[in-house]
Each structure stands twice: as structure tokens, then as C-alpha cells.
């Protein structure tokens, strides 16, 4: 089966760095996908990471370890327009379509001043 | 404009009632996928299709029909609607070498 794990809520402070971490566990692996996903929006993609390694782009970078079965989603420079819920998506090998997502139930992020 | 669309965007409904969500994309994308989110379940798969003609059952199905006559909607018809699809239903697409998933700005669904 597949099995994603994310925290639920972090608070972190303007200006900051925060790290969210997501933990999955699937019959298969074809990448890791971060959403960002603003209160009454609709997610947008942020990151995609199918190697192990670091993925930067901007202030933001994805970091994963696929024998881990690990990922995290870095933000740097924090702003309060990053608080936002955090989706983490695996991609599997399901036959047929392959480009089905299974999300995580997603982090809500809280940048205080 | 070029996107992908849903609509209505507002829908309160009666138990028993048949409903149609609505999704449109402008990409030509082959992938379309339903989607509805929960508080504490997240984004959950409902149906997708692979290209017109092609459509599949994700992981909550049940209660739900859908078609894909022409590449560019996705209509999600919920047969007779019950409390427990009051939800947001997000439709989304990707393209075949494109993996991202482009979503709409979702549905807001009240069953009463």
C-alpha cells in the first residue's frame, strides 16, 4: 500500500528557515512532488524530485533519499506570505496512467513576525 | 484565457439530488484527474483519465460516475449526492512528458 507521513502544523518566524519533512512509504517510487496550497486555493506545484539529492530553486529547495523513503522541503528567508499548507505527493508505478499522485494529508505552515 | 477551469464554483444541493461538476482545460493535456479534499484526509483521487475515452477509478469512487468524450472536459456527476460529498472537488491536469499537475480552482460542494 502507500503510506505518506507529514507533520501536521509548524510555526516558524519571519525571516526564518523552516524544514518539513515527509516520509512515505509506497509499492514503487516515481517521484516526490511539493504543492503549496494558500487557505480557499487551489494547490500550485512547487518541486519535484525523482533523483536523491537537492533540488533549489529560488528560496525555496527539496531534498530527497529515496532509500529512505525521505524527503523535506526547505524555505528560506521565511515571508508571511509562505504560510500556507505544504502537500507532499509520491508518484507510483499503478499501471495504466502513471501520472496518479498520492498526497499526504499536507503541513500547515504559520509564519509569525 | 488558457487554464484550467471548474465550475460552478459554489453548489449547495439536496440529499438525493444528481449533481455535475464541471472541468475544462485549454492545454490539451491527456491526463485529467477529480480530486476532493476533507479536513484531515487531504486531496483524495477520485477518477482520472488518461485521454479521452480512457477513464479510471482512483481511490474514493464510490457514488461517483465520470466521462471524457473530448480531450478537454471532465465532468464529474455525482448520481445521488449524500452528506458525506459535501467537500472541495479540485479537478487538475498533466501533460504526457510535463508530470505537474495543474488544478483548478476547485468546487465548493454542500450536500444538505
Known amino acids: 500500500g502507500q503510506n505518506i507521513d507529514q507533520p501536521t502544523e509548524m510555526t516558524a518566524t519571519e525571516g526564518a528557515i523552516v524544514q518539513i519533512n515527509c516520509t512515505y512509504q509506497?509499492?514503487?517510487?516515481?517521484?516526490l512532488f511539493w504543492y503549496q496550497q494558500h487557505a480557499g486555493e487551489a494547490p500550485t506545484f512547487l518541486s519535484y524530485n525523482v533523483l536523491d539529492g537537492l533540488e533549489e530553486k529560488g528560496r525555496f529547495s527539496s531534498f530527497l533519499s529515496r532509500s529512505k523513503g525521505y524527503s523535506y522541503l526547505l524555505l528560506k528567508e521565511l515571508q508571511m506570505k509562505d504560510s500556507a499548507s505544504y502537500l507532499c505527493a509520491v508518484r507510483g508505478p499503478y499501471g495504466g496512467a502513471t501520472n496518479k499522485l498520492i498526497f499526504g494529508t499536507g503541513t500547515l505552515l504559520a509564519v509569525q513576525p | 484565457d488558457a487554464g484550467i477551469t471548474q465550475s460552478p464554483r459554489y453548489k449547495i444541493t439536496e440529499t438525493g439530488r444528481q449533481v455535475t461538476l464541471m472541468c475544462h482545460q485549454t492545454w490539451s493535456h491527456s491526463y485529467m484527474f477529480w480530486y476532493r479534499q476533507d479536513l484531515g484526509h487531504g486531496l483524495r483521487l477520485i477518477y482520472y483519465?488518461?485521454?479521452?475515452?480512457?477513464?479510471d477509478k482512483g481511490e474514493v469512487p464510490d457514488g461517483y460516475v465520470v466521462s471524457r468524450s473530448k480531450t478537454e472536459n471532465f465532468p464529474l456527476t455525482l448520481e445521488s449526492a449524500t452528506r458525506s460529498q459535501t467537500s472541495v472537488y479540485f479537478c487538475?491536469?498533466?501533460?504526457?512528458?510535463?508530470?505537474?499537475?495543474?488544478f483548478g480552482p476547485g468546487t465548493r460542494l454542500t450536500v444538505l
Open positions: 483519465s488518461a485521454a479521452a475515452d480512457i477513464t
Open positions: 509506497t509499492s514503487g517510487f516515481n517521484g
Open positions: 487538475a491536469s498533466s501533460g504526457e512528458s510535463d508530470l505537474r499537475q495543474f
